[in-house]
């Protein structure tokens, strides 16, 4: 048997395998001129403005006759919260989709070594299968796997036992300590100047190394990390997981497409991303905490670097299966943005683009507040014929998000038939995402918000 299986360790530290020579972001090849990046941002920015204040001035005699229940300050803030923000963020997901075009791959004479991180606990069901896709990419350069079996109490050792690649390395954990500390293991031993990760339930589909490490090297100089594009995998399992693949399908994918054209995509998520490995090593690997990705990417973008997207780098990773998983999963999400904000505060006030989103999800609490506090009764009390918050007014937004849900499936249609892959057909999950989803999610990201507020016991869950 050919598998290689590293020491069993605890947690102490080892020597680095020595890496190749430091990678060289000067040696990206050049693109052609197209319209600044910065006159895309000003234009987006006008466009959003302009709408937010035409939405205010519909709104004012909705806000004049809530001030006579509630009074001016708690009516601004509910329609600030419930429709004007909301908007805003609409038209500049609009405008900035249409402005964006991908810039063009480079020809890549060489490909750079890779070294493929993959930490799994209790992953018996899937990590064979997710090896399996890692052996089909055919990757043009020297690939080094390294899962980390993080202190299993299943048969995933004895399934990584069963499989001999040339490529593959096992980190054998004695004990769980946790995705963050496995992905640090694994670091210490990556041996190329571009470390990925990926999770041990996602499935790669074709080209999606080549395509992501094209990415990396075709995007500016500055970039030092990529997310790719995860995809669920177990899509048709059920209700719950139905209604989740619009969400990666159209909302995920649209705001790091988003973010990626103003040079500060928010989060390269654990599940299918690439670093320099110099530049993880330098920010301190990843942060013991809920939310490790969110937490490392804003480390990566305080010290002026750039992170990417790539739309056809596609894996496809399991979605919790459960309602009670799914609101659990996004409590962790929502732990894990206020550890950033607690972890690197100095991103309000660096003077990039990429800073509007940090503004942008510094609002998101707010919103979801709001959401909770106000709309949700108001929906309550419309049924009643009481219209004070949701309402005839209310449906203002409506032509927008249709706008904007058009936009997005048409773009990742598009990239679903560049791709090979089909769009399969979802019109009860696309009507409960549409009209159900928020009241379900929202409420779960406050008690997340609380939670980590008033840092009550931290449970990792589902990722």
Sequence with gaps: MNLQVLER????????????????????????????????????????????????ALARHWIDELSLLMGGTLAHVAIIGIAI???????????????????PRVAIGVYP??????????????????LES??????????????????????????????????????????????????????????????????GDS???????????GRFLSDPPHTAAVAGAVLLRNSRHNLVT????????????????LQSLFQGTMVAQGA???????????????????????????????????????EDAVTFTNAPTTLKQFIRQRQRWSRGLIE????????????????????????????????????????????????WLAGPMTLLVLPLALVVNYLMFFIQSRMFKAQGLKVRRNPVGFMMYALFYGIVLQPGCVVGYLSELFNLRKRWGTK
């Design 9 to 56: 360790i605890h947690a102490e530290p080892v020597a680095d395998i020595p890496a190749e020579p430091p990678f060289d972001a000067a040696t990206r090849w050049s693109r052609k001129r197209y319209v600044p990046v910065w006159l895309k941002f000003a234009i987006t920015i006008a466009v959003a403005f302009a709408w937010s204040v035409a939405s205010y």
């Design 85 to 103: 923000l909301p908007g805003f963020m609409n038209a500049f997901l609009v405008a900035g989709l249409l402005l964006d075009r991908r810039p």
């Design 113 to 130: 070594g890779i070294t493929v991180l993959v930490a799994a606990y209790n992953e018996q069901d899937s990590i064979l299968s997710t």
């Design 134 to 199: 890692l052996d089909k990419q055919d990757y043009p350069a020297p690939m080094q796997v390294l899962v980390i079996n993080d202190g299993s109490t299943d048969a995933t050792m004895a399934r990584l036992r069963s499989v001999s690649y040339p490529w593959l390395q096992v980190l054998d954990l004695e004990h769980n300590g946790g995705k963050a500390n496995a992905l640090n293991q694994g670091l210490k031993r990556a041996g190329h100047v571009l470390t990925i990760t990926l999770d």
């Design 203 to 213: 499935y790669l589909y074709r080209d999606a190394l080549r395509n992501l490490v």
């Design 242 to 257: 139905r209604v989740q693949e619009w969400d990666y399908f159209h909302g995920i994918a649209a705001i790091k497409r």
């Design 272 to 310: 299918f991303s690439i670093y320099r490995t110099d530049v993880l090593r330098d920010v301190g690997g990843w942060p013991e905490c809920v939310g490790e990705d969110i937490v490392l990417t804003w480390a990566i973008l305080k010290r002026g670097h750039r992170v990417g997207y790539c």
């Design 340 to 387: 950033a904000f607690k972890a690197h505060p100095q991103l309000l006030v660096q003077r990039r683009m990429s800073t509007l989103f940090v503004w942008w999800n510094l609002l998101f609490p707010f919103m979801d507040v709001v959401y909770v506090l106000f709309f949700l009764p108001g929906l309550v009390l419309a049924l009643f014929g009481y219209y």
